[in-house]
C-alpha cells in the first residue's frame, strides 16, 4: 500500500515536471520563432524523406551523403510536379475566385437575406425584431463578422504568417531548411548516442527504449498524415468535379492542405464546398457537395486513416481539440501543426514510465467495478443511532484489527500464549516423571504383613519336625 502511494507520488511529480519543461520550452519557442519554425519544419522534412534515405543506405549500401542527395532530388522532383502541372489550374481558379467575389459576395448576401425573411415569418412576433434582413448584406456582414470575432482569432492572427512575414524569412528559410535536413540526417545517430550518454547508466537501457518509440510514432504520423492529405484532396477535388461545381481543384487543394490539422480541418473543409455550391447551382447542390465531402470523410476515418497511420498516436478526440487550442494560441498554424505530435510524444512517455513501473498495471473490470451501496443512500431505510454506533463502532474495531502494530501485536501475544502452554505441559510431564520412581522406591521399603499360618515349601513332608535320637 504505502508502496503504490509512493509510486502514483512519483508519477504526479513526473507529470507535472514534463508540464513545466514543455510551458518552458514552448515560451523558448516563442521568443525566437523563426528559427522554431525552420527547425519544425526541418525536422518535418527529415521524417518524410528517412524512409528513402534509409533505404539507400542499408539495401543498396550507398553512402549516406549520396542517398541524401538521391532523394532531396526525388522530393524536389515531386514539388516541382505539382508545380508545374496543378499549380498553373489552381492559380487561374483562384483569379477567377477573386474576380468574381464580389458577385459572390452579392449573391450569398441575397440568399442570406431570403432566408432571414422566411424564417421571420415564421417566428412569433415577440422574435421577429432580432432577425433584421438588411442586416444580411455583404458589406454589412464583412464588417459584423470583424467587429464580433473572437479575441481568439484577433490574438492569433500575428501568429498565423509567423514564419512567412518577409521575404527575408523565406528566402533564409529556403536556404536553412535543406541544410539542417540534411546534417540531421548525416549526424542522428551522433545526437542519439550524445543523448543518451548524458543518461546515467541505470536508465540508458530504458532511454534507448524510450527513443525508438517516440520516432516511431513521430514517423508514423507525419509521413501518413501527409498521405492522407494528398489522398483527402485528390477524392474531394474528382468528387465535386464529377458533381459539376466551380473551382474543384483549388478546394481539393484547399481540404488536403488544411486537412493536416484534425478535425479542425475536416469541418473548415465543408465551408468553401458549401457556399460555391449554394451560389453557382443552389441549395440542393449545396448539400449534395456537404454529403460527398461526409462521404470522403468518413472513408478517410475509418480506412484511409487506419491503414496508412494505424493506431500509433491513439488520441481520444477532446485531447486532441484541446492540444490544438493550446497549440494556436502558443504558435499560431505552426502551433496547431505540432500540437499533436507533440501530445503524442506526452502520451508515450506517460505510458512507457507506467510499463517500467511495478506498481501499475492493466485496467481491468474489477478495477472499475461499482461499489455495491446504493449512493446516494436509500432515505426508507433510515438506520437507528444505536445501529449506526454498532457500525461505526464495528469499522473502527475492523481498522486497528488490519492495523500493522495491532497485527503485529496480536501475533506477539498469541505466540507468547502458545509458549506458555507448552512450558505448563513440560513442567507437568517432569513432575509425573519424577513422581512415577519416588513411588516405586517407597513401595519396596515397607515390611511385608504377619500371617498365623505356616509357610509352605513346595514339600509338604519337610515341614515336619524330626524325631530325636
Not at 524512409?51 to 543506405?57: N, S
Amino acid at each position: 500500500m504505502e508502496s503504490t502511494v509512493k509510486n502514483k507520488f512519483h508519477l504526479v511529480l513526473y507529470l507535472l515536471g514534463l508540464i513545466g519543461l514543455a510551458a518552458l520550452f514552448c515560451y523558448f519557442l516563442g521568443q525566437i520563432h523563426m528559427i522554431a519554425n525552420t527547425l519544425i519544419v526541418s525536422i518535418l522534412i527529415t521524417y518524410l524523406i528517412a524512409p528513402g534515405v534509409h533505404y539507400l543506405t542499408d539495401k543498396w549500401k550507398f553512402p549516406k551523403p549520396l542517398s541524401i542527395i538521391v532523394v532531396y532530388i526525388a522530393f524536389l522532383g515531386a514539388i516541382a510536379f505539382f508545380i508545374a502541372y496543378l499549380w498553373p489550374i489552381a492559380e487561374f481558379e483562384f483569379q477567377r475566385l477573386t474576380g468574381n467575389l464580389g458577385n459572390m459576395g452579392d449573391s450569398l448576401s441575397g440568399i442570406l437575406a431570403k432566408w432571414a425573411t422566411t424564417v421571420q415569418g415564421v417566428l412569433p412576433t415577440s422574435l421577429q425584431g432580432y432577425i433584421d434582413p438588411q442586416k444580411f448584406n455583404s458589406h454589412e456582414l464583412i464588417k459584423y463578422l470583424q467587429a464580433k470575432s473572437p479575441a481568439f482569432m484577433r490574438s492569433t492572427a500575428p501568429g498565423l504568417l509567423s514564419g512567412v512575414r518577409s521575404a527575408a524569412t523565406i528566402l533564409t528559410g529556403a536556404i536553412l531548411v535543406p541544410l539542417l535536413v540534411f546534417y540531421i540526417l548525416m549526424d542522428a545517430r551522433i545526437y542519439k548516442e550524445s543523448f543518451i550518454g548524458c543518461l546515467p547508466k541505470a536508465w540508458r537501457a530504458n532511454g534507448v527504449d524510450l527513443l525508438r518509440r517516440v520516432d516511431y510514432v513521430l514517423g508514423k504520423f507525419i509521413r501518413g498524415q501527409l498521405i492522407v492529405c494528398v489522398t483527402i484532396g485528390f477524392f474531394v477535388a474528382v468528387a465535386l468535379w464529377l458533381l459539376g461545381i466551380d473551382y474543384a481543384i483549388l478546394i481539393g487543394i484547399f481540404s488536403g492542405a488544411i486537412d493536416i490539422i484534425p478535425y479542425v480541418g475536416v469541418a473548415l473543409s465543408y465551408i468553401p464546398a458549401f457556399i460555391v455550391a449554394l451560389i453557382n447551382k443552389g441549395p440542393l447542390f449545396a448539400i449534395g457537395a456537404v454529403v460527398v465531402l461526409q462521404v470522403v470523410h468518413w472513408l478517410e476515418g475509418h480506412i484511409i486513416v487506419p491503414a496508412v497511420v494505424g493506431h500509433s498516436v491513439k488520441l481520444p478526440p477532446l485531447t486532441v481539440m484541446v492540444a490544438l487550442i493550446a497549440g494556436a494560441e502558443l504558435g499560431g498554424i505552426m502551433g496547431m501543426l505540432v500540437a499533436v505530435p507533440v501530445t503524442a510524444i506526452g502520451r508515450v512517455i506517460i505510458e512507457f514510465y507506467i510499463e517500467k513501473n511495478p506498481a501499475f498495471g492493466p485496467l481491468t473490470e474489477e478495477d472499475m467495478r461499482e461499489p455495491s451501496t446504493p449512493y446516494p443512500a436509500d432515505p426508507n431505510n433510515i438506520v437507528p443511532p444505536s445501529e449506526s454506533v454498532k457500525q461505526i463502532m464495528g469499522e473502527v474495531r475492523g481498522r486497528v484489527r488490519s492495523n500493522k502494530f495491532v497485527r503485529n501485536l496480536n501475533e506477539m501475544r498469541k505466540k507468547t500464549g502458545q509458549l506458555k502452554q507448552e512450558t505448563s505441559s513440560a513442567v507437568q510431564e517432569d513432575a509425573q516423571a519424577t513422581s512415577e520412581p519416588a513411588a516405586q522406591e517407597g513401595a519396596a521399603c515397607v515390611a511385608p504383613t504377619h500371617t498365623d499360618e505356616p509357610e509352605q515349601d513346595g514339600n509338604s513332608e519337610g515341614n515336619k519336625p524330626e524325631p530325636k535320637a
